[in-house]
């Protein structure tokens, strides 16, 4: 029951029905981590917006993970932070020297499930006339 209870909270976030955040995204993405693992949650080329998240944990363990951006061509790591219960995180664009990034999770304590929908549009955009 707790499992259906955890499960209806994931998406009703990922929806819109239950989050904090202006995010309105149908499309959701739901990973689930284990202690000393590193995930990628996330991979965007040319976009802008935002990534929100929803961590979820067994009652009375810690919701708690580590965040990171890779952001390429350059390769760079940006961190975020460790995050509990819930986040949301810019995409990084050309102000941040970013072509595309991926999203990583990881040093969790206690095995987690992790929720993320994203609002994002096209950053950039080149139009080509052949005459």
């Known amino acids: 029951m707790i499992r259906r209870l955890l ?4 998406l009703a976030f ?15 993405k739901l ?5 000393g693992e590193t995930k990628d ?13 929803r961590i979820a944990a067994a009652p009375g363990a810690e919701p708690c993970a580590d965040f990171w951006w890779i952001k390429w061509p350059l390769g760079t790591i940006k961190d975020l932070g460790r995050q509990c219960g819930s986040a949301s ?7 941040d020297f970013s072509l595309s990034a991926k999203l990583r999770v990881g040093n969790a ?3 987690l499930k992790i929720v993320a ?7 950039n955009s080149v139009v080509l006339s052949i005459p």
């Open 7 to 10: 499960q209806a909270s994931m």
């Open 14 to 28: 990922a929806f819109g029905v239950a989050s904090p955040s202006p995010s309105r995204s149908e499309d959701y």
């Open 31 to 35: 990973i689930e981590i284990g202690p």
């Open 41 to 53: 949650l996330y991979f965007e080329v040319n976009l802008a917006g935002s990534i929100h998240v």
């Open 89 to 95: 995180f810019e995409i990084p664009g050309w102000l």
């Open 109 to 111: 304590r206690t095995p």
């Open 117 to 123: 929908s994203e609002n994002a549009t096209v950053a």
